[in-house]
């Protein structure tokens, strides 16, 4: 699994214009392709916020003489899994700790990430160093195995994965930060707005962050895909959530010795890491090319 | 040219040496015993002490530390303490089975994303390109040990046609009776680089054909078939750096579905190195994997300056 | 590796094993294997004392090495007990209790041709002992030790006689040392020898180098060794017990920690047997024709009291109310398809521990209604209990289920159950923490399951109350001056009958005053082949392979 393999830079530093996250909005509401995914991907994030007032059966409730039922069984329409539990129920209850353990990360590391980058990018010199050196030691970790080299030594849990998540997305967003920034700082506007008196925390609040955010921001998008199911799978490793929670990745886990009795049921938690996965990744695609001005 | 090989070079020492920090920090700084593999919980208080003292485990972190890193430079990372066999022989045998999983994985993904890649960019916007375009898609949102699991659900529970685990009986062949073995974990690898490879080439190829030599080469009445080959040469050297890097993201990556599949590699001894808290063996597996993938980074740079003599980074 | 192994064994020309190997290589075609999926993530150490618990001595102790004294693996039907192995036969000495003779098994030698006598005994002991000894190895002592706690040091008195000496006097000796195996001293020089650099580098080359080349005295030879793939082992045709000498040419051991990986192995015929199937997969394994065989295990799956001030199970008609609030029967047929047996006590009728238990445990749930009636509780004035488990962990069986299930059956006798479920490690550490640790979260009962083979961790450890935290596992405090009493007397009386009648004084004393919750007995499940015959599973962790045959 891979980040940051394309090059992102190439999206062009938008000017800044009135008007532009305007014509950004239109052009996403545009693309079917996107449309279809955001509407996928809200049904998805409200189920999971809703699940408790949808009177679904208790996903914790298992009952012995009820264990791994096919699907269409009266009650429960998907089935149930190891422990007798309600699949359907469960797996929407899921949603609600795998899409969280899987965008949260992102959400940390887009804050933490563009913040150091653009100190990194607009100060230079020696600042620059310090934080890019220290990046590139993580950045030389392949990120699978980082993830699982935290999340190993934190110890299995919600808050540890979150946490390694978060460090493992770090480097990759700082390096497009930093990047971004340093070309921004050498643009005119931003020489004129020095010249006039500006502080430098002004100028890089207002012209910097306001130029850097719109990139970084897509490329953050493009890594929630990844983090989702890095999260399910470090889940799936039993490095993540902890049983009886209802979570796709240690769902995933849990059923996989049920392959021999009922194996389609065993296969549901991934659809819905891939539902999710691939919703990301094609709406972050729409995103970028109506961000993209030279289209 | 050579300036910069030089820097990019000594560049590594320092990311080699914080590294190894790294994965000791990692490994020594979480909770947790690592006297619990060969320590049965009703064991006496007094045998643990002595037994902490003998491994040395009451030292200081940095001394610890030192010892580690001075005795890997000398190629020993120690012992495991849970089977008391050296870290590098056991990190190395299994290396050599996760190579041989990432290797044909990558080739396979790379000859895949070359063909979806080329055909893509060069049928642009046709259903051909659609088709590719969402194999891609598909390909890099998919979570592979889910893959692998579907995999296994159907063409070795179902069918009964390949086998769900392992790698075969005895020492490895290149036969039936051992690449059978081989072909599920393979392909459920391959997926990812196959994604990432597509949608590179068809960009790539988007920019090659948009540049006017190639409107000269029509216009010099080049057929078709020259044209594209012109396209594949001008594509392959980055796609080739792509996978380069890829092939470190397949190792470093593997332990997911070498637990899907129980393959013997390096994820199966992280695994195990994990669960029995053996700090030794962790350590150990973690820095080679690391190494190796800084060292293909430095190798796919050296690769790409050679080939590109644009490049004058620094 | 083989090319190393093959070296040595050139250089050994001449030796039994080369001879065996040669003799081996010439009836190659009529060779009969029995490949055997373990459950261990890699083969346990090889050395002599393995790693990987009682499943590690099953496969690479019992089967290469002898000990002093050995479990009887004869029987399905009557309990496992101990009997003489290496040694044939001991006694301790009447004016210092400390001091053990132990009169050696004349004749044996090891798989490299070297002798087995008092010498090699001593060396042994040193291993894991003495800590000057050239080949002390701390590496063993983690899981040697805690298994022989009063063990301290061994003296030659003859050729075929040792003393053993222990901290204090203590009757359970010989039952401790069948878990020392007794490694080749000669072979191991060999490698010493044959090292180089200081002598502790060259001490941990010959451990390593012994752990691939290994010699015991046991039925099988070791023959080659890859590391979490494989080990081979051949027949001893030397074996000192002419009626143990293996049917089997060949036995074969994989690592397959996957349950789902052991199954399928099974099923497509790339192993002959294998330990611990997926419960969910039983089904389609008999299916299939395959042979399914279980026993109860030496293990008991318990709800462990805490008796501090406050705690509710203080009174003995609430424990005894629990014991017969759980249909037993009905858990194994339902829940766990018949993978458990259930528990009546640490030991069940026929073990000669069992003693004279009147608390009959059965499903009686109006019996265990009218005990709590009579201590004050109905179903309006309910019980709060709080009950300590994990989703997991060795031996745990299926704590989630199992657990829910004691939860609803003591919903109808008045109790309310509050399930607190741990990560497996943390219960386990809690284990020896306390019940009044804050780890404990003020629960007033832990589950953590327990092999019962020897009597210091069957009974001892949990009921004796010198063993409250942090020195052993009386969770719970426990802290009846009968059971002290009766611990001591077992501990000073050294005729075994009469120390197995203390013991059965103990265990009756702790089943008649509902010491536990007693829920069940893992039966530890194997699958194998049908041309898989002759297998005896006896009541206890370990099987011997020798009597196996495969047929064609």
Redesign the interface.
């Known amino acids: ?2 980040i940051a ?2 090059p992102l830079t190439e999206i062009a530093v938008a000017e800044k214009r009135r008007g532009y996250w305007g014509t950004v909005g239109k052009r996403l509401t545009r693309d079917p392709v996107s449309m279809i995914c955001a509407g996928m991907l809200g049904l998805i994030f409200l189920a999971a916020i809703f699940a408790p007032y949808l009177g679904l059966p208790d996903p914790y409730q ?1 009952s ?2 009820r264990r ?1 039922q096919p699907f269409g069984t009266a009650g429960h329409p998907l089935g149930t899994d ?2 007798g539990r309600d699949m359907l129920s469960r797996l929407i209850h899921g949603g609600r700790l795998s899409l969280l353990i899987g965008i949260l990360p992102v959400f940390n590391a887009f804050i933490i990430g563009t913040l150091l980058g653009v100190i990194a990018g607009y100060n230079g010199g020696w600042a620059n160093s310090a934080i890019m ?1 220290t990046i ?3 950045y ?7 993830a ?3 999340s ?5 849990g919600i808050l540890n994965s979150i946490v390694s998540l978060t460090i493992v997305f770090i480097p990759p967003i700082a390096r497009v930060a930093e990047s971004v920034t340093t070309s921004v700082r050498n643009l005119d506007f931003v020489d004129a707005a020095r010249a006039s008196g500006a502080g430098a925390m002004t100028i890089m609040r207002v012209h910097v962050m306001g130029n850097v955010l719109g990139p970084i921001f897509v490329y953050a998008t493009s890594l929630i ?1 990844v983090s ?2 890095l999260a ?2 470090l889940s ?4 993540g959530t ?3 929670q209802p979570e796709w990745g240690l769902m ?1 886990n849990t059923l ?6 009922n ?2 049921l ?2 549901l ?2 659809v819905m ?2 539902a999710v ?2 919703g990301f ?2 709406l972050s ?1 729409g995103l970028r090319s109506a961000m993209d001005i030279r289209n | 040219m050579l300036v910069y090989l030089a820097k990019r070079l000594a560049y590594t020492v320092p990311i080699v040496f914080s590294v190894a920090l790294v994965c000791f920090m990692l490994v020594h700084l979480s909770p947790g015993d690592p006297l619990i593999s060969i320590l049965p919980a009703d064991a006496s208080v007094e045998l643990e002490q002595r037994l902490r003292i003998q491994y040395g485990f009451d030292r200081p972190l940095p001394v610890q530390f030192w010892i580690w890193i001075s005795n890997a430079l000398s190629g020993d990372l120690g012992a495991s303490i849970a089977n008391g066999r050296p870290v590098l022989s056991e990190v190395l045998q299994a290396v050599r089975n996760t190579l041989l999983l990432a290797c044909t994985a990558a080739v396979l993904g790379f000859a895949l994303g070359m063909f979806f890649g080329l055909v893509a960019g060069y049928f642009r916007d046709s259903w051909i390109d659609k088709l590719a375009t969402s194999i891609a898609i598909a390909g890099v949102s998919v979570p592979h040990y889910w893959l692998g699991m579907v995999l296994v659900i159907i063409f070795s529970v179902q069918l009964n046609w390949l086998p769900a685990v392992g790698a075969g009986p005895g020492n490895w062949s290149w036969t039936w009776t051992h690449l059978q073995y081989l072909v599920l974990p393979a392909v459920t690898m391959a997926v990812i680089p196959m994604g990432i490879i597509t949608r590179t080439v068809r960009a790539l190829v988007g920019d090659i054909l948009s540049n006017d030599f190639v409107d000269a080469l029509r216009a010099k009445g080049l057929g078709e078939g020259r044209v594209f080959l012109h396209v594949i040469k001008n594509a392959a050297p980055t796609a080739i750096a792509v996978m380069g890097l890829q092939l470190g993201y397949l190792l470093g990556g593997s332990i997911l579905i070498e637990t899907v599949f129980s393959w013997p590699g390096t994820g199966f001894l992280l695994n195990t190195a994990i669960f029995q808290r053996d700090l030794p063996l962790l350590q150990g597996t973690i820095l080679v994997l690391a190494l190796f993938f800084v060292f293909l980074n430095l190798f796919v740079d050296m690769l790409q300056a050679m080939i590109d003599p644009r490049i004058k980074r620094g | 590796m083989h090319s190393l192994n093959t070296k040595t064994r050139a250089l050994l020309g001449g030796c039994c094993l080369a001879m065996a190997l040669a003799l081996q290589t010439g009836v190659a075609s009529a060779e009969s294997v029995l490949r055997i999926g373990m459950t261990a993530g890699d083969i346990p150490r090889t050395l002599g004392q393995p790693d990987q618990g009682f499943e590690g001595n099953r496969f690479t102790g019992l089967t290469m090495y002898d000990a002093l004294t050995q479990w009887d693996l004869s029987s399905a039907e009557d309990a496992s007990v101990v009997i003489p192995g290496l040694a044939t036969e001991w006694s301790v000495n009447e004016d210092d209790q400390t001091k053990w003779t132990f009169v050696l098994r004349e004749g044996v030698t090891f798989h490299d041709g070297s002798p087995f006598d008092a010498d090699a005994v001593v060396w042994n002991v040193q291993k894991v002992l003495d800590e000057d000894a050239l080949h002390y190895d701390a590496s063993q002592v983690g899981v040697t030790a805690s298994r022989m706690p009063t063990l301290r040091s061994a003296t030659k008195i003859d050729e075929y006689t040792v003393e053993l000496t222990t901290s204090e006097p203590d009757s359970f000796l010989p039952i401790n040392l069948t878990n020392l195996f007794m490694a080749s001293p000669a072979k191991w020089q060999e490698f010493f020898d044959g090292a180089s650099g200081d002598d502790t580098a060259k001490a941990a080359a010959a451990w390593d180098a012994f752990a691939r080349d290994a010699s015991g005295t046991g039925p099988w030879i070791m023959e080659s060794f890859a590391p979490r793939e494989r080990l081979e082992l051949v027949k001893n045709d030397d074996y000192w017990d002419a009626g143990r000498v293996p049917n089997v040419d060949r036995l074969v051991l994989y690592p397959m920690p996957e349950a789902n990986a052991r199954t399928a192995a099974l099923l497509s015929g790339q192993v002959d047997w294998i330990e611990a199937p997926a419960p969910d997969a039983i089904a389609q394994i008999e299916s299939r024709g395959f042979v399914i065989h279980k026993n109860e295990a030496p293990h008991v799956w318990p709800w462990q009291f805490s008796r501090i001030e406050g705690s509710p199970w203080n009174d003995v008609n609430v424990r005894q109310a629990a014991n017969l609030c759980i249909d037993r029967e009905g858990m194994r047929d339902g829940l766990l398809a018949g993978l458990m047996a259930p528990a009546t006590g640490a030991v069940e009728e026929g073990h000669p521990w069992r003693g004279d238990v009147t608390f009959n445990i059965t499903f009686d749930p109006d019996e265990g209604r009218r005990l709590m009636e009579e201590s004050g509780f109905s179903a309006e004035n309910r019980l709060s209990v709080k009950a300590l488990t994990s989703a997991s962990g060795s031996g745990q069986m299926q704590p989630l289920p199992m657990n829910e299930y004691i939860q609803q059956a003591l919903g109808e006798c008045y109790f309310d159950v509050e399930l607190e479920v741990l990560e497996w490690n943390t219960l386990f550490t809690n284990w020896r923490q306390g019940a009044k640790d804050p780890a404990s979260l003020g629960a007033h009962s832990t589950n953590v399951t327990f092999a019962t083979m020897d009597p210091f961790f069957a009974l001892v450890r949990f009921l004796q109350s010198g063993m409250a935290a942090p020195v052993s596992n009386n969770w719970g405090y426990i802290n009846e001056p009968l059971y002290d009493e009766l611990v001591e007397k077992a501990r000073r009386t050294f005729e075994p009958e009469a120390r197995d009648a203390a013991l059965a004084e103990l265990h009756a004393a702790s089943v008649n005053d509902a010491a536990f919750l007693y829920v069940a007995h893992d039966v530890s499940p194997r699958a194998m082949s049908p041309n898989v015959q002759n297998v005896i599973q006896p009541k206890s962790w370990f099987i011997d392979f020798s009597p196996i045959s495969i047929e064609e």
């Open positions: 699994m891979a393999t394309e298992g012995m003489i791994l190891e422990l050196r590139d030691v993580f030389a970790f392949p990120s699978v195995l980082l699982i080299a935290i190993g030594a934190l110890g299995a895909s989702m199911i399910a799978g799936f490793l039993g490095l902890r049983p009886p995933l996989r010795t049920a392959i021999y009795v194996p389609w065993a296969a938690p991934g890491i891939f996965s691939i990744n094609l695609d």
